[in-house]
C-alpha cells in the first residue's frame, strides 16, 4: 500500500525557536496533503490543506503565519511552527491522497512536539 | 454542516467476545464513510470504508463495518476481539471539499 513518512518522529525545543516538520509520499505522488494537530485522547483537528504549487489553505483560527506549510513539489510536504510556544506543544499529522479521487488518505505516523 | 458523532469515548470487552464500536454521521448527500485505528504515538491506520455498494462493508484485520441510511450509522464491528486491538479508533466522513471530518475517537479496551 502507498506509503506517508513523515520526520521528525519526535523533537523538543525551546520556547522562541522554529521546527520543521516534512511530510514524504514515498511511492505517489500527491497533489494535496492534509496536517492535523490532535491533542492527547482527542481526535484530528485539520489545520489546513497543502496544495502543491499553490498557497495552502488554513483552517478557521489558525494562524498562517505561525504555522507555515510549503508544498514544494509532488512528494513533499512541511510545516513549519515559527517561534514555537509551550502551548504549541501537540501531535502533529500529516496526510495524503495518491491521485484525485481516489478516497482515501495514508497518514503519516506523526511527529510529537514538546516546547520548553 | 457535515459531522460525525462517536457516543462512546471507551468501549470495554473481553477477549474473544463480540464487539461494536459506535458513529453516525450527518451529511447532504451520499456519505463517504472510513474507519481509521490508530495506536499510542503513531499516525492512523486505515480499517475500511463505505463508498457504495454492500451495506456491510469488510476492512483489515477482521473489522467490519455496517452502512445503516435510515439511522445514519456506520458501527464498526469485529465477532471476537483481541487483546492486540486495544487502541483508538476514529470514524470519519468526507466533505465534499475532500477533507476528512473525524469523530471525537472511540477507546477500546480488549481485557484477556
Known amino acids: 500500500g502507498a506509503v506517508v513518512s513523515q520526520h521528525p518522529s519526535w523533537v523538543i525545543c525551546k520556547s522562541g525557536t522554529s521546527v520543521k516538520i516534512e511530510c514524504r509520499s514515498l511511492?505517489?505522488?500527491?497533489?494535496?496533503m492534509f496536517w492535523y494537530r490532535q491533542f492527547p485522547k482527542q481526535s484530528l483537528m485539520l489545520m489546513a490543506t497543502?496544495?502543491?504549487?499553490?498557497?495552502?489553505?488554513?483552517e478557521q483560527g489558525v494562524e498562517k503565519d505561525k504555522f507555515l506549510i510549503n508544498h514544494a513539489s509532488l512528494t513533499l510536504s512541511t510545516l513549519t511552527v515559527t517561534s514555537a510556544h509551550p502551548e504549541d506543544s501537540s501531535f502533529y499529522i500529516c496526510s495524503a491522497e495518491p491521485g484525485q479521487g481516489n478516497e482515501k488518505l495514508f497518514f503519516g505516523s506523526g511527529t510529537q512536539l514538546s516546547v520548553l | 454542516a457535515q459531522s460525525v458523532a462517536q457516543p462512546e469515548d471507551q468501549v470495554n470487552v473481553a477477549e474473544g467476545n463480540p464487539l461494536t464500536v459506535k458513529c453516525t454521521y450527518s451529511?447532504?448527500?451520499?456519505?463517504?464513510l472510513f474507519w481509521y485505528v490508530q495506536y499510542p504515538n503513531r499516525g492512523l491506520q486505515f480499517l475500511l470504508k463505505y463508498i457504495t455498494g454492500d451495506n456491510l462493508v469488510k476492512g483489515s484485520y477482521g473489522f467490519e463495518a455496517e452502512f445503516n441510511k435510515s439511522q445514519t450509522s456506520f458501527h464498526l464491528k469485529k465477532p471476537s476481539a483481541l487483546v492486540s486491538d486495544s487502541a483508538l479508533y476514529f470514524c470519519a466522513v468526507r466533505s465534499n471539499t475532500g477533507k476528512l471530518i473525524f469523530g471525537q475517537g472511540t477507546t477500546l479496551q480488549v481485557k484477556p
Open positions: 451529511v447532504s448527500g451520499n456519505p463517504y
Open positions: 497543502s496544495n502543491e504549487g499553490s498557497k495552502a489553505t488554513y
Open positions: 511511492d505517489f505522488q500527491a497533489t494535496t
